[in-house]
């Protein structure tokens, strides 16, 4: 069901076209903007051992990170720290982030952006996932090239 004026959205994973192989990880969203009438982008994020992001800052929105399965490390603004099932960390924008499953199997988080607009980098720089049963692709030095040009389309700013 679409969001045209404040109606509720049902999604499911596994939805074909909602979900995208990102950096060791597999992204997928819960919340579109299209859904949320531009108030958030909302993602179950299966991080896989090694996956995350290198560290940047979003200078057009706040995200919220939830991790419910697992062990993610989030360096956020000069601070490390280890993030267990059940705990939450707020990135406020402008702030420079990073995060990194060091643990030997996979983590599951939710992550929250607000307003919403990220969607569009994730569709632009990742591969849609056909088949959610297998590993993520490598990273490689194309897709962080993708992810790089593609930052400065939506105030991404990458600090490597």
């Not at 800052?57 to 280890?82: C, W, Y």
């Not at 049963?133 to 389309?153: D, F, I, N, Q």
Request: aromatic fraction near 8%; charge should be negative.
């Amino acid at each position: 069901m679409s969001n045209g004026d404040g109606q509720i959205v049902h999604t499911r994973l596994g939805e074909p076209g909602r979900s995208w192989w990102g950096p060791g990880d597999m992204y997928t969203a819960l919340v579109t903007g299209a859904e949320s009438n531009g108030a958030m982008f909302a993602l179950d994020c299966v991080v896989g051992v090694g996956g995350g992001p290198p560290p940047h800052r979003h200078m057009a929105e706040d995200e919220l990170f939830t991790i419910t399965s697992g062990n993610v490390s989030f360096s956020a603004d000069g601070a490390k720290r280890v993030l267990s099932a059940g705990e939450s960390i707020f990135v406020p924008r402008g702030v420079a982030h990073a995060y990194t499953n060091d643990g030997p199997d996979a983590a599951r988080m939710i992550a929250v952006y607000t307003p919403a607009g990220m969607e569009g980098w994730f569709r632009e720089v990742y591969p849609e996932v056909e088949d959610a049963s297998g590993p993520p692709p490598p990273v490689t030095e194309e897709m962080l090239e993708l992810m790089r040009a593609a930052g400065p389309r939506y105030s991404i700013e990458w600090l490597d």
